[in-house]
């Protein structure tokens, strides 16, 4: 158990029409200019959009893995412990931050394999 940032970009270049930014002391994901998540390599965690229901979902039941990010226009984001997830976890997660982020048509085209 437990994922390397190294999957964890694996993951996202699996995805249709990420761009990529370097920030100082972490990278940030979008999709067609709509953020959808964080990586801090320090830290071995990323923070993913998700619904509020899905936040407090995660959150409520496994602690030591999700935690409160934050949350705006209707989302809720969550930080996710890396050493601490399975990887087929982390991809459906990934994956669902990325679709509530994409253009429908974009979504329709590149479903989660």
């Known amino acids: 158990m437990g994922v390397a940032s ?6 996202i270049e699996g995805l249709a029409d990420v761009e990529q930014r370097e920030g100082r002391d972490y990278t940030s ?5 709509k953020g959808f998540g964080y990586h801090w ?8 959009k998700q619904t509020l229901s899905e936040q407090i979902a995660l959150v409520s039941e496994r602690p030591e893995v999700f935690e409160v990010q934050f949350t705006a226009g209707g989302y809720g984001w969550v930080v ?3 050493p601490k997830i399975a990887a087929d976890e982390l991809e459906e997660l990934v994956y669902e931050a990325w ?12 479903p989660l394999r």
Do not use: M, Y
Not at 103 to 110: G, K
């Open 80 to 82: 996710v412990q890396l």
């Open 41 to 48: 390599p320090r830290t071995k965690t990323v923070g993913l």
């Open 6 to 11: 190294s999957r964890f970009f694996r993951i």
């Open 29 to 33: 994901f979008s999709v067609r200019g």
């Open 99 to 110: 679709r509530l982020s994409a253009p429908e048509e974009l979504v329709e085209a590149n």
